[in-house]
Nanobody, 121 residues
């Protein structure tokens, strides 16, 4: 069982930055792939960024490459999403997620409660 608690998010102007953090409770956190998804009003949930348990590759959706940075700390059992150069189209509820070994393969088994990110123009 994995419990995920998000923090961060909020309201920011276009071009600004926000940092999302996710605290996990799992005995074997390092064995989980973890990442971030988002869901805008009227749209399906989509993958944003993440990393598998092996830590070899960090995945980014094309729409955030060069603007968002994913990081993970297995000792603290946390993972973050630094979001820079935010755009109004980044407005969404952001969810952290975890899945055994791989984050970008099957739908994640564990989800955080979601945090709202609003970017004003």
């Amino acid at each position: 069982q994995v419990r995920l608690v998000e923090s961060g998010g909020g309201l920011v102007q276009a071009g600004g930055s926000l940092r999302l953090s996710c605290q996990a409770s799992a005995r074997t956190f390092s064995n989980y792939g973890v990442g971030w998804f988002r869901q805008a009003p009227g749209k399906e949930r989509e993958f944003v960024s993440g990393r598998d348990a092996d830590g070899i590759i960090t995945y980014y959706a094309d729409f955030v490459k060069g603007r968002f940075t994913f990081s993970r700390d297995n000792t603290k059992k946390t993972f973050d999403l630094q979001m820079n150069s935010l755009k109004p189209e980044d407005t969404a509820v952001y969810y952290c997620a975890a899945h055994w070994q791989r984050i970008n393969n099957d739908p994640p088994e564990y989800w955080g409660q979601g945090t709202q990110v609003t970017v004003s123009s």
